[in-house]
């Protein structure tokens, strides 16, 4: 009767055991794929400054006109938007979006290709350009308002866009 006892006893507490490492072995799963979901899907855009050159592009970036700026936008009127798409390759190809800072104007999408420049007229918001490649491709990205500013430092002036 003893031996009857004890190994009931005995397979309760195994069954016990197997439940709760199934338990803790699926909430541990849980945990983890959630994680790597989370760490995978929370990569951010990268964001540049208006003006920046020679910006390395693979997927998606954003260009951002008060961001860091040393020269907030002081003009009214019309402007334009320039995005230049550059590569050592002759397939490169990127679409490009321009949108007011305060999304409310989205213009676009535009398709773009090497040594083209994408010009779009843009008032006196701020405005902001989200870049993709599916390619690594080189971008410039700056607004002509018809005033000198100063360029950023390293940019040669006799440069051609």
Not at 83 to 103: E, F, H, M, N, P
Not at 140 to 146: A, H, K, L
């Amino acid at each position: 009767m003893q031996c009857i006892f004890t190994s009931l006893i005995y397979s309760k507490t195994i069954h016990l055991t197997l439940r709760t490492m199934k338990k803790i072995f699926f909430i541990t799963s849980l945990l983890v794929s959630s994680l790597l979901c989370t760490r995978a899907y929370s990569q951010g855009v990268p964001v540049y400054p208006i003006p920046s050159y020679n910006v390395s592009v693979n997927g998606y970036a954003n260009f951002r006109e008060d961001y860091y700026s040393q020269h907030p936008n002081l003009t009214e009127g019309k402007r334009e938007m320039n995005v230049q798409i550059k590569s050592g390759t002759q397939d490169c190809q990127a679409t490009v979006w321009v949108y007011s800072l305060d999304r409310t104007i989205i213009l676009g999408p535009y398709d773009a290709n090497c040594d083209n420049i994408v010009q779009v007229e843009i008032d006196d918001r701020e405005w902001g350009v989200l870049v993709y490649s599916e390619s690594t491709i080189s971008v410039d990205v700056y607004i002509d308002s018809g005033e000198q500013l100063p360029l950023p430092i390293g940019i040669n002036p006799k440069k051609t866009f």
